[in-house]
């Protein structure tokens, strides 16, 4: 029997016997969906964690020099009661280090905190307002869409002008370009020079809810004491030399700090490494945690599928009974089989495969955590739940197809 | 028609003979208990006879029947086809014989539910590997010829108990076997449809088929042209009858 025929064959009794090709592609369906969904979620945070998240708060190939480390998970009080006491970061500390850095950098200051920004009566509650200098725009890659950062003499002069972000600006300036117009912040008018583009969303908090303004400006007073800044940022041009440019700020700080050398460090510089470390840890977890529980989904599966084969390959004993009476080979029964089998695994599977990316998108859509869809799970899928399925289908048969043509014929 | 001389183990039966069977024997064993549905069944058929097989109830007629049909394999004793030994014969090679050779008729029909009268009669022909088109043609024709040609969409469960009858002769009868084996082809049927079954049974053997049939009615054996008979699964009598 070609194999073509052996298709046909297949697709004939699928079509006859509709109820049971769907109870049998189900178990399919459900490991595969499962392995796609589940697999998709981790691998979503991991790419937004090391892409994005680490990228968005500290950036590629850069640190953030600090009093102490910004991002930080589950601490011990007392650590953190001893990084209250430390000496801040001041604006001489940032200029020597500047100075200092012999590997090609671009350097920039950077203070925060959160207050309100005005607009002719309207007002915007909790944004994070930013002291920085000129090239935190490049730094941080923020493209402005609309107007222009502001400049070294601004930045230098203090000048009170502000670049707005996405949501920021909407807010305020529903109807009107806002280029050119003054906001207020606590009192004080600044002149909006340019809009960021829109950033979205970090795990679910708008990243377009800022103003930006010169370090030296008043908005100073906002957010750090006199002369004081939370963090110099240095980004260099590769990872060697970001940790060349490490080496060179920390020498720099604990000499100006007079440290001994059997003293630790007073300061913090932060990467996105660090940053990445906690991340690590728990997806190290969910990885190995992830795919046992798919394992599990999938033996399940493939024993439901096997059951359902065994009780309809017993139901159709008979059937191989006569087509053997009429000169089916057992290799002809079993060709029969299994392509009816691996059709029915791949329908499986192919619904697997769109549900779980539905199942990925979705979650996207509806939660903050983000999911993408790893090819590397899609081709896990299709091979252990298709796999499943076609060894669950053909095994059973292939006991029947032993038997005398006589016995599987007298089976009811 | 010349006696047919006695078969030793160690011959080979002469070229005109069709089905020889030499001491055959078939136990089934029910957990301990052997039940011994054949001991010892020696008969030769030569070509184009037309033999019925007659006997009581569990004498061993059906029995008989599978094991020259290859459905069914042996105990012990010889079964030589077409002067080939059976016996000897690989898994493929019974396959082929079941599927070249033999046309089996059984009681129950046996056709395939979900499949119409069509695709049941193509079947033979799949698993001798025709081509598609072909084998549609010969299958249509052989519905034909039994006079379903207006039937051949139809499934089992939409036809009379005498057409699904005549499906099962058009699968047996579409790959031209040298024997016919027809286990009760009228044991289900009213008669009627018997009747016109039997007219079917002997326009063939007119035609040169070689046709061995089980049954329990005295007049439907009478359309035969040898009646062997069995009890306790050995022949009891063996007898040609003028037509
Ligand atoms: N699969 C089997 N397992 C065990 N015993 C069997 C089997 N098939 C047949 N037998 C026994 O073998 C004997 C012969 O059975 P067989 O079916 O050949 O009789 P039969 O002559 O065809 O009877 P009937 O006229 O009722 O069809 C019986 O005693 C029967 O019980
Ligand atoms: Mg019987």
């Known amino acids: ?412 | 028609m010349t006696a047919l001389q006695p078969f030793r183990t160690g011959d080979t039966p002469l070229p005109d003979i069709v089905i020889l069977t030499h001491k055959l024997t078939r136990d089934y064993d029910m957990g301990g208990e052997v039940v011994r549905a054949l001991r010892g069944v020696s008969l030769q058929i030569r070509k184009n006879e037309y033999v019925a097989v007659m006997g009581p109830s569990g004498s061993g007629k059906s029995t008989f029947m599978n094991l020259i049909g290859c459905l069914d394999t042996p105990t012990a004793g010889e079964y030589w086809l077409n002067g080939q030994k059976v016996s000897d014969l690989s898994d493929d090679e019974l396959a082929r014989i079941r599927n070249k050779e033999i046309g089996f008729v059984f009681q129950t029909f046996n056709l395939l539910p979900r499949a119409t009268a069509l695709h049941n009669v193509e079947l033979p022909l799949i698993y001798a590997g025709q081509p598609a088109r072909e084998r549609r043609e010969q299958a249509a024709r052989a519905l034909t010829s039994v006079g379903l040609g207006d039937r051949m969409d139809h499934r089992p469960n939409e036809l009379s108990g005498g057409q699904r009858q005549r499906v099962a002769i058009a699968r047996a009868l579409v790959n031209q076997p040298s024997i016919l084996l027809a286990d009760e082809p009228t044991g289900n049927l009213d008669s009627a449809t018997s009747a016109e079954l039997m007219q079917v049974f002997r326009d063939l053997h007119r035609g040169g088929q070689t046709i061995v049939m089980v049954t329990h009615e005295h007049d439907i054996a009478a359309h035969a042209a040898r009646v062997v008979t069995l009890r306790d699964g050995v022949i009891a009598t063996d007898q040609l009858q003028a037509a």
Not at chain 1, 106 to 124: H, I, L, P, Q
Not at chain 1, 177 to 193: D, K, Q, T
């Open chain 1, 1 to 412: 029997m070609p194999f073509f025929e052996a298709i046909r064959l297949a697709l004939q009794m699928i079509r006859a016997q509709k109820l049971k090709s769907v109870f049998s592609t189900i178990g399919v369906f459900i490991g595969v969906t499962f392995l796609i969904g589940a697999w998709s979620v981790v691998n979503g945070m991991n790419r937004y964690m090391t892409e994005k998240f680490a990228g968005t708060l500290v950036g590629v190939n850069t640190f953030h020099l600090r009093r102490s480390p910004n991002v930080n998970f589950d601490v011990q009080d007392s650590v953190w009661r001893s990084w209250r006491r430390r000496p801040r970061i001041k604006f001489a500390d940032a200029n020597a280090v500047t100075k200092s850095l012999t590997v090609p950098v671009v350097t920039a200051w950077y203070s925060e905190d959160r207050g309100s920004v005005e607009y002719s009566g309207k007002v915007a509650k909790d944004i994070t307002l930013e002291g920085t200098t000129e090239r935190y725009f490049d730094i941080m890659n923020l493209t402005i869409g609309d107007g222009r950062p502001f400049t070294p003499q601004e930045s230098k002069a203090g000048t009170t002008v502000v670049v707005l972000g996405y949501d920021l600006a909407h807010k305020l300036f529903p109807d009107v370009n806002p280029i050119g117009h003054n906001v207020r912040i606590h009192g004080i008018p600044y002149r909006v020079i340019g809009v960021v583009e829109r950033q979205g969303n970090l795990l679910g908090i708008s990243l377009d809810k800022f103003v930006v303004a010169p370090a030296l400006s008043p908005i100073q007073r906002e957010v750090n004491p006199p002369g004081v800044v939370d963090a110099l940022i240095v980004k260099a041009n590769s990872e060697p030399e970001m940790r060349e440019a490490m080496n060179q700020a920390e020498a720099v700080m604990r000499s100006r700090r007079h440290l001994r050398p059997r003293q630790d460090d007073n300061f913090a510089m932060e990467t996105s490494e660090g940053v990445l470390d906690f991340w690590n840890k728990l997806s190290r977890i969910l990885y190995a945690v992830g795919p046992g529980l798919v394992g599990i989904a999938l033996v399940v599966g493939g024993i439901v599928i096997m059951n359902i084969m065994l009780v309809a390959v017993a139901e159709r004993t008979r059937e191989i009974g006569i087509r053997k009476s009429l000169g089916a080979r057992r290799r002809d029964i079993l060709r029969q089989f299994l392509a009816e089998a691996t059709a029915l695994a791949t329908v499986g599977a192919t619904l697997g495969i769109l549900t779980g990316i539905g199942l990925s998108v979705l979650l996207q859509a509806v939660s903050p955590l983000p999911a993408s869809v790893s090819p590397f799970s899609i081709v896990l899928g299709v091979v252990v739940g298709g796999g499943v399925g076609v060894i669950a289908g053909v095994y059973p048969a292939s006991r029947a197809a032993r038997l005398d043509p006589i016995t599987a014929l007298r089976q009811e």
